[in-house]
């Protein structure tokens, strides 16, 4: 190790966060995202100033929303914390009972309901609750002082009201290999240097939700590491404007809509999602912000956890399954098909599967155990199902809302053509649904359908359902693990008076 390292500001904890201004309101945080000369590229450029760029802002909208429900309903989207003994932002809170999570729960599906898309901060807010328990676990096998730091960086964080992004997926390479059996060891984010003064980290984190518009960024191994790994089981807090940082902002299905004028054809024009690859340079972290350097052996439950609290965080999907089942009930209104018996089947259907989500996510918070350090976690197992039915559900949703949009949605003209002054009125006579109905309602209506299931927010409402917070297969192999078939065995043999032998008894 002590590689050499290009030359870094080796700032500390204290001189870090003294450049962040506390967060009240969603233009503070508007103003605290400008003038951080990050490195930013989006479409083979530069981008000077993220906060303006017409492709970026609907994702940072979306984070304001955030903001604006804490102050708007604070009985739900605050709590009060004990480590400042004030209300905080329930993104910032450490998880202290069961209800804790059911409300987070019906936080994240009345966001949803608000932005119809991701808005940013459930990993966050997951990867804080689940260091909470690693970092002392740590502490009590290896008499580290990891659990210390991380309540002082929670105390800041609360009274900053900054957003933590989580940055766990690596790139992996060859998943036939481990972290340091790869070609190029970056593949895996990892420790490259130690000094007195903190460590320094290279490689990548992909697939980041809200990276760019995170004012912080914890790193946390992805998978379970061995010994030879230790340099990889690393976790820490760097900010968003840390030097050696650089963002390459992912591409959305039709986000060039955005650098169009008007709004109908963007569908969503307000609110949108953000995927970023985030690569560090020899990125500096200071010990107060390190809470894992070499305790391998702890990756693995970490990510176990993580995934527990994450998975049920994809309840936030029913939010944005509400707003399907709204356009699509809207759409076959102005269709003037909404007496039909099938349509109303249709819409039942939506609504059932939306509430079966909504039902495993609660139950899982319902559910809830308390760990050594004192935090709450929820049921691994139903979490696990929450996870599994978004993976399909939505999906489905998704698919009922096409069948009652009509093909429409795909072969609608631009709004552009329905303002030309010869296209337009041949537009709106041949496009005119019930005649009360404006047909620029159908038309946005049809739009929202668009994005949502096709369009840049089908990110946020379908591909990572599928993906996010691992894969279907991923949900699978929890549930296989956690499933218990011996005792379920040992009731059915007992009701069919079977003598239980000594394999289905182990």
């Given at each position: 190790?002590?590689?050499?390292?290009?030359?870094?500001?080796?700032?500390?904890?204290?001189?870090?966060?003294?450049?962040?201004?506390?967060?009240?309101?969603?233009?503070?945080?508007?103003?605290?995202?400008?003038?951080?000369?990050?490195?930013?590229?989006?479409?083979?450029?530069?981008?000077?100033?993220?906060?303006?760029?017409?492709?970026?802002?609907?994702?940072?909208?979306?984070?304001?929303?955030?903001?604006?429900?804490?102050?708007?309903?604070?009985?739900?989207?605050?709590?009060?914390?004990?480590?400042?003994?004030?209300?905080?932002?329930?993104?910032?809170?450490?998880?202290?009972?069961?209800?804790?999570?059911?409300?987070?729960?019906r936080m994240q599906r009345r966001l949803g309901q608000i932005t119809g898309t991701c808005f940013q901060r459930c990993a966050g807010l997951d990867t804080i609750s689940v260091l909470h328990s690693i970092t002392w676990d740590i502490d009590q096998q290896h008499g580290t002082e990891y659990h210390q730091r991380y309540l002082a960086f929670m105390r800041e964080a609360q009274r900053h009201n900054?957003?933590?992004?989580?940055?766990?997926?690596?790139?992996?390479?060859?998943?036939?290999?481990?972290?340091?059996?790869?070609?190029?060891?970056?593949?895996?984010?990892?420790?490259?240097?130690?000094?007195?003064?903190?460590?320094?980290?290279?490689?990548?984190?992909?697939?980041?939700?809200?990276?760019?518009?995170?004012?912080?960024?914890?790193?946390?191994?992805?998978?379970?590491?061995?010994?030879?790994?230790?340099?990889?089981?690393?976790?820490?807090?760097?900010?968003?404007?840390?030097?050696?940082?650089?963002?390459?902002?992912?591409?959305?299905?039709?986000?060039?809509?955005?650098?169009?004028?008007?709004?109908?054809?963007?569908?969503?024009?307000?609110?949108?999602?953000?995927?970023?690859?985030?690569?560090?340079?020899?990125?500096?972290?200071?010990?107060?912000?390190?809470?894992?350097?070499?305790?391998?052996?702890?990756?693995?439950?970490?990510?176990?956890?993580?995934?527990?609290?994450?998975?049920?965080?994809?309840?936030?999907?029913?939010?944005?399954?509400?707003?399907?089942?709204?356009?699509?009930?809207?759409?076959?209104?102005?269709?003037?098909?909404?007496?039909?018996?099938?349509?109303?089947?249709?819409?039942?259907?939506?609504?059932?599967?939306?509430?079966?989500?909504?039902?495993?996510?609660?139950?899982?918070?319902?559910?809830?155990?308390?760990?050594?350090?004192?935090?709450?976690?929820?049921?691994?197992?139903?979490?696990?199902?929450?996870?599994?039915?978004?993976?399909?559900?939505?999906?489905?949703?998704?698919?009922?809302?096409?069948?009652?949009?009509?093909?429409?949605?795909?072969?609608?003209?631009?709004?552009?053509?329905?303002?030309?002054?010869?296209?337009?009125?041949?537009?709106?006579?041949?496009?005119?649904?019930?005649?009360?109905?404006?047909?620029?309602?159908?038309?946005?209506?049809?739009?929202?359908?668009?994005?949502?299931?096709?369009?840049?927010?089908?990110?946020?409402?379908?591909?990572?359902?599928?993906?996010?917070?691992?894969?279907?297969?991923?949900?699978?192999?929890?549930?296989?693990?956690?499933?218990?078939?011996?005792?379920?065995?040992?009731?059915?043999?007992?009701?069919?008076?079977?003598?239980?032998?000594?394999?289905?008894?182990?």
């Amino acid at each position: 190790m002590n590689a050499i390292v290009p030359q870094r500001t080796e700032d500390t904890a204290n001189e870090r966060w003294a450049r962040f201004a506390p967060i009240v309101n969603s233009d503070d945080y508007v103003q605290s995202l400008r003038n951080r000369n990050v490195t930013v590229y989006l479409m083979g450029e530069r981008i000077a100033e993220p906060v303006d760029h017409p492709i970026i802002r609907p994702s940072i909208n979306a984070l304001c929303a955030t903001y604006d429900l804490a102050l708007e309903d604070p009985e739900l989207a605050t709590a009060h914390s004990s480590l400042v003994d004030a209300r905080v932002n329930r993104f910032l809170h450490i998880v202290e009972s069961p209800q804790d999570l059911v409300l987070k729960n019906r936080m994240q599906r009345r966001l949803g309901q608000i932005t119809g898309t991701c808005f940013q901060r459930c990993a966050g807010l997951d990867t804080i609750s689940v260091l909470h328990s690693i970092t002392w676990d740590i502490d009590q096998q290896h008499g580290t002082e990891y659990h210390q730091r991380y309540l002082a960086f929670m105390r800041e964080a609360q009274r900053h009201n900054v957003i933590i992004g989580a940055g766990m997926t690596d790139p992996k390479g060859d998943r036939s290999k481990r972290p340091h059996e790869q070609s190029d060891p970056d593949l895996f984010l990892h420790v490259t240097a130690r000094n007195a003064r903190g460590l320094y980290v290279t490689g990548a984190k992909a697939h980041m939700t809200g990276g760019l518009n995170s004012h912080w960024i914890c790193i946390m191994p992805t998978m379970n590491m061995g010994a030879a790994d230790r340099d990889y089981a690393v976790v820490g807090m760097v900010p968003g404007d840390a030097e050696g940082l650089t963002y390459i902002y992912g591409r959305q299905s039709c986000d060039t809509r955005a650098l169009e004028t008007g709004d109908i054809d963007k569908g969503n024009a307000r609110f949108g999602g953000q995927e970023t690859l985030v690569v560090f340079d020899n990125v500096f972290i200071p010990w107060e912000h390190v809470l894992m350097d070499g305790e391998y052996e702890f990756a693995q439950p970490m990510v176990a956890r993580f995934t527990a609290y994450h998975r049920a965080s994809y309840v936030c999907k029913t939010g944005l399954g509400d707003v399907m089942v709204g356009a699509a009930a809207s759409i076959a209104e102005y269709n003037g098909a909404d007496t039909a018996s099938h349509i109303k089947d249709k819409l039942v259907e939506m609504t059932h599967l939306n509430e079966t989500i909504y039902s495993s996510a609660i139950a899982s918070s319902h559910e809830a155990t308390q760990l050594d350090s004192g935090i709450w976690m929820n049921d691994e197992m139903l979490a696990n199902v929450c996870k599994h039915n978004v993976t399909r559900f939505p999906y489905e949703i998704a698919r009922f809302a096409q069948d009652l949009a009509g093909g429409l949605m795909v072969t609608l003209p631009s709004q552009a053509d329905f303002e030309h002054a010869e296209a337009g009125p041949l537009l709106h006579k041949y496009f005119q649904g019930r005649a009360d109905i404006p047909v620029e309602s159908r038309t946005r209506m049809l739009r929202l359908i668009e994005n949502m299931t096709l369009g840049r927010n089908a990110v946020g409402y379908l591909t990572e359902s599928l993906h996010g917070a691992g894969s279907p297969q991923a949900q699978r192999i929890q549930i296989l693990r956690g499933m218990d078939l011996p005792r379920k065995k040992r009731y059915a043999q007992d009701l069919a008076g079977i003598e239980i032998i000594a394999s289905d008894a182990d």
